[in-house]
C-alpha cells in the first residue's frame, strides 16, 4: 500500500483519486471548516463501505441519521484524520506531531496551495497583480512537509498562471519553488494537463508538478489520453427534471437510466442515492435572460452577448466589460467551460442547456462535470446543507478522474524503487 499526506487537501478531489487508485490516505490538512467536514464525511464513508457498513452512509445521504451520528458509527482516528489547521510557520511542530502519531511512513505528498495568487484572473483584479500577497509563498511550507517526511514523490497541483506569476523583484515563483525543492532533495518535472483529455467532460488546465526524491529526470510518467465519444449531455440527463428554486439536498430517488459515461467514469452510484440535485432561485429578470441565451445557442450555435440582452433586463451600463457575462452549459459540446468557484456567487455562466428546466447548474451537475461521484457529500461548517459551500468547494476541486488518471500512471514508478 501507497501511503499519502493531502496537504492543501480542499473538499478532496485530487485525494479520491488517489484513494480510487488504491493509494491510502494517513491524513489530509486543510483550513476551510466546510471542506474539512466534506473531508471527514468521505472518510467515514470510506470505512464505512470497507467495513460492510454502506446502510449507516445511505441513511445519512438521505436525511435519517445527522453528521453528529454518522461520525459517531466510525472509529475516532478516522475523523480526526482530517486536520483542521491553516498552514503556517506557527502550526508546523503541530501538525508534523499530528501527522507523526499515526506511526506510518509517508510515500507521497499530494496537494496545491490556493490558486488566487497565482491565477490569471486574479492577478488582473488586484491592483498589485497579486505581488506581495502571502498565498505566494506557501510553497515553501509545503517544501517544509518534504523535508520532514521525506516521501519518494510529491505531486503539486496548480492553476496554468504559475507558470508566468512574478514576485516582487520579477523573478517566476515557479523558479524559485523548483529550485527550493531541489535544496530540499528532489528533482522536478511538470506538464500542463487539459482536463478534457484524460475523461472529464470540462475544459480544464492543470499544471501537475511531480517531485523525486534524489537527482534522477526523465521520470514523469505517461498518462494515457482518453478518446472522448461523449457529450456534456451525458452528465445531466438522468437527473430529474426541476426548475429554479426547486429540488433537494437529500436522497434523489427518480431518475432515468444513467449514461455509459457516468458509468465508465464512476459518477454514478449504484448504493446510494443522490444528493444536492437543488437548484438556485433567480429573479425573473435572470430567468428571462437564461432563456434567450438557450435560445440563442440551439438557434446559432452562438453565445448571448451581453449588448443583445434587451435594455430593459440589463444592470449593467458597460456592455463590454460583461460581454460574456451569460453562458450556457452546452449539452451538445464534448466538454464545458472551466468550473470554477465564483460559481458560489451566482450561476449566470452556467446555464442549464434545457430551456424548459430555466436554471442554472445545480451543485450535483457541477459536481458531476468535475467527476465527482454521485455518493460524495458536501458539507457545510453546521450540520445543515448549503448550496454556496458545496458550489465553491466543488469550484475549487481538481476532477477526480484526472487525479485517478495521474495516480495511477504513478504506480509503477513506486515498484521501480
Not at 528532489?186 to 526524491?213: A, C, F, N, P, W
Amino acid at each position: 500500500m501507497i501511503n499519502f499526506l493531502d496537504i492543501f487537501a480542499g473538499a478532496g478531489g485530487l485525494s479520491e483519486g488517489f484513494v480510487r487508485a488504491g493509494y491510502s490516505p494517513i491524513c489530509h490538512i486543510e483550513m476551510d471548516a466546510a471542506a474539512c467536514n466534506t473531508l471527514r464525511t468521505r472518510a467515514a464513508y470510506h470505512y464505512l463501505l470497507q467495513n460492510g457498513k454502506s446502510n449507516i452512509y445511505k441513511k445519512y445521504l438521505i436525511g435519517e441519521i445527522s453528521r453528529v451520528e454518522l461520525y459517531s458509527s466510525v472509529p475516532k482516528e478516522v475523523i480526526d484524520s482530517v486536520i483542521q489547521e491553516e498552514i503556517s510557520d506557527s502550526s508546523l511542530q503541530g501538525i508534523f506531531k499530528q501527522i507523526e502519531a499515526y506511526g506510518k511512513n509517508v510515500d507521497l505528498i499530494i496537494g496545491g496551495p490556493p490558486c488566487q495568487a497565482y491565477s490569471l484572473a486574479g492577478r488582473s483584479r488586484d491592483p498589485n497583480r497579486m505581488v506581495g500577497d502571502k498565498r505566494n509563498y506557501l510553497y515553501i511550507l509545503y517544501a517544509e512537509f518534504l523535508e520532514r517526511f521525506k516521501p519518494k514523490y510529491f505531486v503539486f497541483e496548480n492553476v496554468i498562471g504559475l507558470l508566468s506569476a512574478k514576485d516582487e523583484d520579477g523573478e517566476l515563483h515557479l523558479s524559485k519553488m523548483r529550485s527550493l525543492f531541489k535544496q530540499k532533495g528532489y528533482e522536478t518535472e511538470l506538464r500542463v494537463l487539459d482536463s478534457s483529455q484524460y475523461g472529464v467532460l470540462q475544459k480544464r488546465k492543470r499544471v501537475i508538478i511531480i517531485g523525486k526524491k534524489g537527482n534522477e529526470t526523465g521520470f514523469y510518467p505517461e498518462i494515457e489520453i482518453n478518446q472522448n465519444k461523449y457529450t456534456v449531455a451525458d452528465v445531466l440527463r438522468d437527473l430529474p427534471s426541476i426548475h429554479s428554486g426547486e429540488g433537494t439536498y437529500y436522497g434523489v430517488k427518480e431518475r432515468c437510466q444513467p449514461s455509459r459515461y457516468l458509468i465508465d467514469s464512476q459518477i454514478h452510484s449504484e448504493k446510494f442515492p443522490i444528493t444536492f440535485h437543488c437548484a438556485r432561485p433567480n429573479n425573473s429578470r435572470d430567468l428571462k435572460i437564461y432563456s434567450l441565451a438557450v435560445e440563442n445557442w440551439n438557434k446559432k450555435h452562438t453565445r448571448l452577448k451581453y449588448s443583445a440582452v434587451p435594455s430593459e433586463l440589463r444592470t449593467h451600463k458597460n456592455s463590454a466589460a460583461f460581454s460574456d457575462r451569460f453562458k450556457v452549459v452546452a449539452g451538445d459540446m464534448p466538454y464545458s467551460q472551466t468550473v470554477v468557484a465564483h460559481i458560489s456567487k451566482d450561476g449566470h455562466y452556467y446555464i442549464h442547456p434545457d430551456k424548459n428546466q430555466n436554471r442554472s447548474l445545480t451543485p450535483r451537475e457541477a459536481a458531476r462535470l468535475q467527476t465527482f461521484p454521485d455518493d460524495y457529500f458536501f458539507e457545510s461548517i453546521s450540520g445543515k446543507p448549503s448550496r454556496t459551500f458545496a458550489y465553491k468547494q466543488i469550484g475549487n476541486a481538481v476532477p477526480v478522474v484526472l487525479a485517478e488518471k495521474v495516480a495511477e500512471a504513478m504506480k509503477p514508478l513506486f515498484d521501480e524503487d
